[in-house]
């Protein structure tokens, strides 16, 4: 008899998901709300350019490193990647003092940094042999319990405790806009992001859509469906396990099998009516805080006006906190190029406060204040960057902008957080959330559960295959 399954949400996880059911030999359904598959993959296009709506760039992707395995799994890796400047991926700008950062392995990131701090050279090797650690166990990690009690630790404090100059700490946080630095972040997390950018750095000529239509073509070459603008509506359960999924348009899709590339507050919204969860679980899931946003700059360079920096660049105020950027100040900014060296985004941290007033608006339909705010904001990140790469302004053509209302309404992300539920190291049995729900049938995925970013989406859609499938539910080499 044919499986069926579900899968609600296009997004990297539910599609990871749906490929691997699909070659499992289940008929897949994928049941996406917005007219394009993807979700932070997106891409758009401007003036004939396309941007990333949240890929920009990827780490540890070389042949044995973590993103590799699973893109050589996936048939990723042949993808127009790009490698990063090895001996600076990332150049770190803080007041007036400017450092680089490598993305070529423990050793070179240990070298580099001690160059520029040789008193610390000691605590940098401490810090780069935990990395290596998390990065070389990371597939065994979230299914054993070696690295429980890094959840349970606090990046913030682990920082403070192994790198003693001040300024060091500073530089090795400031270039983590792939993640949110709050005082609650795990250690496991930030370790984990980390690491795969110090074994090496990518960008991806032509953006994240390129995965998604690789995922997507994979699907429907194994006899699965991807159905866009058409959202889920209903979980429904004969109260032993889940049955169908209904859709806004009045179709019902029966499967043995959902999984939910959503927040876990909209998945269980979805079952509300459904037996077998107790009220319990769905408090714990409906109180999750979300992470912050970002505020972005998408910039066409005039021809020939601005050199191709094929490294980003991370630029502070001298009082910039890194562990609390998303302050309303502009403080801080991260720049990053297309490998097509024709445009660029300059990003800064947003939290959703900022822009709550116009919460029941959507795009293109927004008041002129709302523009002005978006102006007021933009000068302010284009200021800041234009003190590290001079003549900045004079090379602009266009310029958009985009906050996390935007973000919300095209990808579907809760009070457009970039980085799904926010994680604590002081209660991780209450953030780190389980693939497997209490009604059966019923799995989550995507960035919400235990891990963000492209590496940490396609780990957490291993686990939930895993719950679904067995050990293996497709060859990591």
Excluded at 179 to 185: A, K, Y
Excluded at 246 to 274: F, K, Q, R, W, Y
Excluded at 446 to 464: E, F, K, P, R
């Amino acid at each position: 008899m044919e499986r069926r399954a579900v899968i609600i949400g296009a997004g990297l996880g539910g599609l990871l998901c749906g490929e691997m059911l699909s070659r499992n030999g289940f008929k897949v359904f994928v049941a996406e709300k917005q007219a394009r598959p993807g979700g932070c993959l997106q891409t758009f296009r401007r003036a004939g350019m396309t941007f990333d709506c949240g890929f920009h760039y990827v780490g540890g992707m070389r042949p044995g490193e973590a993103l590799g395995k699973i893109f050589d799994a996936f048939s990723l890796r042949d993808l127009p990647f790009v490698r990063m400047d090895p001996g600076c991926s990332d150049e770190v700008t803080i007041g007036n003092d400017t450092f680089s950062i490598p993305s070529d392995g423990p050793d070179a990131f240990v070298d580099v940094l001690s160059g520029f701090f040789p008193a610390q050279r000691d605590n940098l090797e401490r810090y780069a042999s935990l990395l290596k650690q998390v990065g070389d166990n990371i597939f065994g990690a979230l299914s054993s319990q070696a690295m429980n009690p890094l959840f349970a630790t606090g990046a913030k404090a682990w920082l403070e405790e192994t790198i003693s100059d001040p300024l060091l700490r500073k530089v090795l946080s400031a270039n983590a806009l792939k993640m949110e630095l709050s005082p609650s972040l795990p250690l496991y997390t930030f370790a984990q992001i980390n690491s795969s950018f110090m074994m090496s750095s990518w960008r991806l000529t032509g953006g994240g859509d390129s995965i998604v239509s690789a995922l997507c073509d994979s699907i429907r070459a194994c006899g699965g469906e991807i159905i866009l603008g058409d959202a889920a509506s209903r979980i429904v359960s004969d109260g032993a396990k889940v049955t169908s999924v209904e859709l806004a348009s009045g179709e019902s899709i029966p499967c043995d099998v959902a999984v939910a590339d959503t927040h876990p507050a909209v998945a269980m919204a979805l079952a509300e009516n459904t037996e077998g969860v107790r009220k319990i679980y769905r408090r714990r899931i409906s109180s999750l805080e979300s992470t912050f946003g970002m505020f972005t700059v998408n910039v066409a360079l005039k021809k020939g006006a601005l050199p191709y920096i094929n490294h980003n660049l991370f630029i502070h105020s001298a009082e910039a906190d890194m562990w609390n950027p998303a302050s309303g100040k502009v403080d801080s900014v991260m720049v990053h190029f297309y490998p097509e060296g024709d445009h660029l985004d300059i990003m800064t941290p947003m939290d959703f406060a900022e822009v709550s007033g116009w919460a029941d608006t959507s795009t293109g339909r927004r008041p002129e204040e709302y523009a002005e705010f978006k102006r007021g904001k933009a000068e302010e990140c284009i200021c800041l960057a234009g003190k590290r790469i001079p003549g900045l302004r004079d090379a602009f053509d266009r310029v958009w902008t985009s906050t996390p209302l935007t973000w919300r309404d095209y990808t579907g992300s809760v009070n457009g957080s970039a980085y799904g539920v926010r994680k604590d190291f002081s209660s991780p049995e209450q953030t780190l959330i389980p693939s497997r729900t209490p009604l059966p049938g019923l799995f989550l995925t995507g960035q919400s559960l235990n891990l963000h970013g492209i590496l940490g989406v396609g780990m957490t859609a291993l686990l939930t295959c895993r719950e679904i499938l067995g050990p293996d539910p497709v060859r990591i080499a």
